[in-house]
């Protein structure tokens, strides 16, 4: 526990010390608080239209949840911009730096070394994920009638778990060079390729088109937006994130064969 | 000599070998090392030292071989082992946004030193280390000599049984060097070390046994007087001859001089203004030189220089880690034949530019 928590620590401080967390926090707010203004406004011009045809119009629609639902679907796609320049150094800089040596020749375990590292990286998608829900209690506050809580709560938990998702998988990535721009480059290519995998697969129901619609990280998301907590999707976040751990020690194991 | 079974060995190597695909970098080592022991491994750089302190460090394990530290196997029983090891890596592995203080505290923590003796263990290292202004300076901003006393306060924080040492005085002044020398020496009796280097002098001044590693294999394995000794017992004796000038009798000479007692080998080679410079090498303690002046003057040639010198270890590091390569003479014959090929298509080539 205690060599998990000195990881955990360190890893913590080299990523508020250096300006990497700043600046991907910095980035973060600033696109979410952008695309946020963009989302409201678009509302607010809907509603001006649904005020207008109020007889004979479209039934009014649930602004509050149509908000929620555009920003969360908002905040995936950003996290998958800067979640890779997060992960890329973890591992990486270790090993360019000769740090890993040290790491390696001390008396603590592979699990307590990868789960301190994952995380250190899961507490700053926290710092990125709580403030800026902001926006969404903004619109929670100010919404007539008073709109549920539970998809701001199932969204931001589904965000959550996307990003460990992804988190974990760029922990391996970086786990197999000692290069960090390689890392950050290839780690956001593999998640460009989950991303695009739901979609691309159309509406066709083959066998395939059905495994790649599961593999899709973005399709388990969803739900989560509706404020629905499928334990079907749960479950295969955690399994993404034990594998991509799992995958992180293989790769570290092979280091100290190879090196 | 000691029995064996009341020494106890802090470091037991046994037949170790390490491959990385087809390249050997140790191969079938095995030493001991006494506990209180201060052992130097010498070797050209690549020799294998790096490779062999690593393995006994545990960042990787040996491809055959046992290794154990303090009696436990550094791959079977990693973490006890690495419990009782310090080691400074051959570049310090040093975090270089930390202060020095928040670096040797984190190299505490997950070197295992209980938390409440963390701040005494703290100010200990950084005493023997001479650290004690310089914990709250960034690392980076450290001078390479520092940089070198933090690697090696985080080797010592854990108070390890063994100190494993990869080159530590590289890129040290002079002075730094003698402290971190006279450091290692203090830390011999309760600490067993191990360091590695490719500076003579520095095995002599602070190693109690040398290996002499070359090509991932021990060549040798002796105090450094011994080694020493083992080229007082060797002289060469260098003898510049001149004479009327033929041949034979420089031919007559080397065998009169091959004939004598104590003499190895005679080495004639001619040093231009019909001179011939002469190397001869003895065994044994008896002075040579008038015996060998006698026989120039025999072999009728006139002798000029006699000059006569014994190995010293530094001659007996390089005797025993290279191997000498003259070019063979199939191998010139071969290298001509492959000019012969150019030069003829090079020709071929220019006929038929020629051509169109």
């Known amino acids: 526990m205690r060599n998990f928590l000195a990881i955990l620590a360190k890893d913590l401080r080299t990523l508020f010390i250096s300006p990497i967390a700043y600046v991907v926090l910095f980035v973060f707010f600033g696109v979410t608080g952008w695309f946020f203004f963009i989302i409201l406004q678009a509302a607010i011009t809907q509603m001006a239209l649904q005020g207008a045809n109020q007889f004979g119009g479209p039934v009014p629609v649930d602004m509050a949840s149509l908000i929620t639902r555009s920003y969360f679907g908002l905040l995936s796609t950003i996290m998958l911009f800067v979640l890779p320049m997060v992960t890329m150094g973890v591992f990486a800089e270790e090993k360019r730096r000769g740090t890993i040596e040290l790491l390696f020749t001390s008396p603590i375990r592979n699990w307590q070394l990868i789960l301190g590292k994952f995380s250190a990286v899961l507490l700053v998608l926290l710092v990125m994920l709580l403030p800026s829900l902001a926006y969404l209690i903004v619109v929670y506050l100010y919404s007539d009638p008073t709109p549920p809580l539970g998809p701001i709560f199932s969204g931001v938990a589904g965000a959550f778990l996307l990003g460990g998702a992804l988190v974990a998988l760029g922990l391996f990535v970086s786990s197999m060079t000692e290069n960090q721009i390689v890392a950050g480059v290839l780690t956001f290519g593999i998640f460009l390729t989950l991303w695009i995998l739901g979609p691309q697969s159309g509406g066709s129901t083959s066998t395939l088109n059905q495994v790649l619609q599961y593999l899709s990280v973005l399709n388990h998301y969803d739900d989560f937006t509706r404020g629905i907590v499928d334990s079907q999707h749960v479950v295969f976040y955690l399994t993404f994130m034990a594998l991509g751990l799992y995958l992180t020690a293989v790769s570290l194991d092979s280091v100290k064969w190879r090196q | ?356």
Request: hydrophobic share 40%; with cysteine; proline share 5%.
């Open chain 2, 1 to 356: 000599m000691e029995p064996r079974e009341q020494t106890t060995a802090m470091i037991e190597v046994e037949h170790v070998s390490k491959r990385f695909g087809d390249v050997t970098a140790v191969e079938d080592v095995t030493f001991r090392v006494e506990k209180g022991e201060i052992l130097g491994l010498l070797g050209p750089n690549g020799a294998g030292k790096t490779t062999t302190m690593r393995i006994l460090a545990g960042f990787f394990p040996a491809t055959e071989g046992t290794a154990r530290v303090a009696g436990f196997d550094v791959y079977d029983q990693s973490i006890e082992a690495k419990r009782r090891v310090g080691y400074l890596p051959e570049n310090p592995p040093l975090y270089q946004e930390m202060y020095v203080d928040g670096f040797l505290r984190f190299a505490a923590s997950i070197r295992g030193v209980p938390r409440t003796e963390v701040p005494s263990r703290l100010q200990y290292v950084k005493e023997r280390c001479g650290l004690q202004d310089w914990g709250h300076r960034l690392i980076k901003h450290l001078s390479k000599g520092f940089r070198q006393r933090v690697g090696l306060a985080q080797a010592l924080i854990h108070d390890p049984q063994v100190l494993i040492l990869d080159e530590p005085t590289v890129g040290l002044d002079p002075n730094q060097i003698i402290e971190v020398r006279s450091l290692i020496r203090s830390l011999a009796g309760d600490h067993t070390v191990i360091l590695s280097t490719h500076i003579l002098p520095e095995v002599e001044m602070t190693c109690q046994r040398v290996i002499i590693i070359n090509r991932g294999r021990i060549t040798a394995m002796d105090t450094p007087e011994n080694l020493g000794r083992r080229g007082e017992g060797v002289s060469r004796i260098d003898m510049l001859v001149g004479s009327p000038s033929n041949g034979e009798t420089l031919a007559s000479l080397t065998s009169m001089l091959e004939s004598l007692q104590q003499v190895e080998t005679v080495k004639p080679e001619a040093s231009g203004d019909g001179r011939h410079r002469v190397t001869v090498a003895v065994r044994g303690e008896r002075d040579l030189r008038p015996l060998l002046a006698r026989t120039v003057i025999e072999a009728g040639l006139d002798l000029y220089e006699l000059d006569r010198r014994t190995m010293s270890l530094e001659e007996v590091f390089v005797e025993l880690t290279t191997e000498e390569k003259k070019p063979e003479l199939a191998d010139l014959a071969e290298a001509a034949g492959q000019l012969d090929e150019v030069a003829e298509a090079m020709d071929e080539a220019t006929e038929k530019g020629a051509e169109q």
